[in-house]
């Protein structure tokens, strides 16, 4: 499964250069993750750390798309990335609308209105997570959809627009809309969602999907396609469960972005754990592609190389971002590299064309399964450096969370079981930590290609699971409104049903240990962490806690050549700019709602702009909105 390549070194110096070359002349934002590296990076630097105090308001829009889940429409959330690319911004929105805006003035120069089913048909909540560009290599002069923007609807539908218009584009699809579900054959559940906007690569489109977790033991299978840009026409399909296994499990999808290689045209996928998401015991053949790192050829979807990262996946533990490709320098070597965050809290740095560690990945003894039925691995990969985000073992019991409380929090923690890192689910309960909502989520980290600092944000949350047998958990949940107030899952066909909670006391606090979020910095080229700082502020009870505390994150950060690394992500409603070398808070403002998708930066007419899509997620807060904002610096404004 791996590509033998004697010539790579060459390879990366001339990509290396030539990316340079790019950066000096791209200010645009043209993809989620700013590009197809998924670096997070830009260019420009006319906001430095000397400046970046006196950044102010640009423009606003508010698109209109946005549920508060008081009335019939279900409470949207939304870390739609904008993008910046044909001297427009580009934002899709939590209702599969788009909206194309002006650059300097926020005037809406186009809206499509998809008329998409508005319903909570996999999701909770109405969701997106951004849109995709295309432009032809050879534009026809005079001809429709020569630029185009994509965007996916929870009903598996994918709208192809034209850039320039709004239009549909005909043909693609059905007359401009391609039903993504008809390839859904099998163990057909629920809808293919389409959240994450498809991976653009030449005239390739290359997608995933997201599905409906923790309800079914057998869901569909995940298929990644590579479709024509232009017609919505299959070119090859892949899927990480071996057929045989089929009838057992399903998902190991990728709902999150993707990245690729475009000097050696491989494609990278960040593929999600296998269902059920807590219990094994049906599915204890080898699925050696479930919670991944997968290297696939761009021209025919064959596995170039994979690397699991977590064995028999009991803990929901998806490859949630994609991988960031970056060349390190090391030890007087040139090295092609990705860094995978996770929500284990490891970054795992690989050679990108071989999948061979960098920095060591040891399998190490983790807990077994006392469930009945189930086989735990009896070892998992760990990765010691770079340091995790998150530790191996939970914080431990705040103090003042148990005071409040008389004790709930330290009675409750003798209760479960807690063996560090990896301990699986229980019938008693289990403290899981990390979490499936701790360490790195879906924004992943950005890197500065030029110092090969790496910056990422993450979320310390610990959370209890308890399987409860089949008999016993439907007897709980015949209780009007069990499922959605307790914390149940059915894992339908499972023997086991699950409970699963943030470990809190009576009156929602954290029982462990502040900080809850932090921001990190790395030096890719040694491995070192560079600084680590309590990241956001926890909003509650109409009060700001203590910065110390930090708060949960959701969403990613960018790094600009002037220095200074923006993101939203936090509780507070706030938006903030970075230090790169020194993880000062060098700037931040009040937004509408948290902030979770990742920035886009841009440059357009000389000046530098900053924007936020500050939609909100009911994960962090019940406060959501549909508020996209600008900032730059005030005319005349120098490095200093």
């Not at 630097?45 to 549920?67: C, Y």
């Amino acid at each position: 499964m791996k590509r033998a390549i004697s010539f790579y070194f060459s390879l990366a110096l001339t990509a290396a250069v030539g990316l340079a070359s790019a950066m000096a002349q791209d200010n645009t934002w043209p993809s989620y993750n700013g590009d197809l590296k998924a670096q997070k990076y830009s260019p420009a630097d006319q906001i430095t750390p000397q400046n970046v105090g006196r950044l102010q308001k640009a423009w606003e829009v508010h698109t209109g798309d946005v549920s508060d889940g008081s009335g019939v429409i279900p409470m949207s959330v939304w870390s739609g990335t904008p993008l910046f690319i044909n001297d427009t911004v580009y934002v899709g929105t939590p209702f599969y609308n788009i909206l194309a805006i002006e650059p300097d003035t926020g005037k809406v120069k186009w809206r499509y209105n998809a008329h998409a089913l508005l319903k909570a048909l996999t999701q909770p909540d109405m969701k997106n997570r951004g849109i995709a560009y295309w432009a032809a290599a050879n534009p026809v002069a005079g001809q429709p959809c020569q630029k185009r923007i994509y965007i996916g609807t929870m009903d598996a539908k994918l709208h192809s627009v034209d850039a320039d218009t709004g239009n549909l584009c005909a043909d693609f699809g059905d007359k401009g809309i391609l039903d993504i579900n008809k390839y859904n054959t099998v163990n057909n559940k629920w809808p293919l969602s389409l959240f994450q906007a498809p991976t653009v690569y030449k005239d390739k489109l290359f997608l995933g999907w997201s599905g409906k977790d923790w309800s079914d033991a057998v869901d569909p299978p995940g298929w990644v396609w590579a479709l024509d840009a232009r017609t919505g026409k299959t070119e090859w399909t892949f899927n990480p469960i071996p057929k045989e296994m089929w009838g057992k499990t399903g998902t190991s999808n990728v709902w999150a972005s993707m990245s690729f290689d475009p000097d050696m045209n491989i494609l990278y996928l960040p593929v999600s754990s296998p269902s059920p998401n807590f219990y094994g015991g049906d599915r204890l053949d080898p699925i050696p592609l479930a919670t991944s790192v997968t290297a696939l050829d761009g021209d025919s979807g064959k596995v170039i190389w994979s690397r699991q990262l977590v064995h028999h996946d009991l803990w929901d533990m998806d490859t949630n971002s994609a991988p960031t490709l970056v060349d390190i320098e090391k030890d007087g070597k040139k090295i092609p590299a990705l860094v995978q965050t996770s929500k284990q809290g490891f970054l795992y740095v690989l050679n990108r064309y071989t999948g061979e560690p960098i920095y060591p990945i040891e399998e190490r003894p983790v807990p077994a399964s006392d469930v009945p039925g189930e086989k735990a691995s009896p070892t998992q990969p760990y990765v010691a450096r770079p340091e995790p985000v998150v530790a191996d073992r939970w914080p431990g019991v705040y103090w003042l969370a148990d005071a409040l409380s008389l004790g709930y929090c330290s009675r409750k923690a003798k209760e479960l079981r807690d063996e560090g890192r990896f301990t699986p689910p229980s019938l008693k309960g289990t403290i899981a930590y990390p979490s499936t909502i701790s360490g790195v989520e879906w924004g992943g980290g950005a890197v500065d290609p030029e110092s090969q600092t790496f910056i990422t944000n993450s979320s310390v949350v610990v959370m209890i699971e308890q399987l409860i047998p089949r008999d016993e958990y439907n007897k709980v949940t015949s209780v009007p409104g069990s499922e959605a107030s307790g914390g149940y899952f059915p894992q339908k066909g499972a023997p086991y049903g699950l409970q699963i909670n943030t470990f809190t006391n009576p009156i929602g606090m954290p029982c462990w240990k502040p900080p809850y979020g932090q921001i990190s910095a790395y030096d890719l080229k040694t491995g070192d962490l560079l600084w680590r700082k309590p990241m956001g502020a926890v909003q509650q009870w109409g009060f700001y806690m203590p910065d110390s505390w930090g708060s949960v994150t959701l969403g990613g950060p960018v790094i600009t050549k002037g220095g200074v690394a923006f993101i939203g992500a936090s509780m507070d409603h706030k938006v903030r700019a970075f230090d790169v070398k020194t993880g000062d808070v060098l700037w931040k403002a009040m937004v509408d709602a948290p902030a979770v998708s990742i920035p886009a930066v841009y440059t357009y007419k000389g000046k530098q702009y900053v924007v936020f899509a500050v939609g909100g997620n009911s994960i962090l807060t019940p406060r959501v909105s549909d508020q996209v904002v600008a900032f730059a610096l005030p005319d005349g404004t120098t490095g200093q």
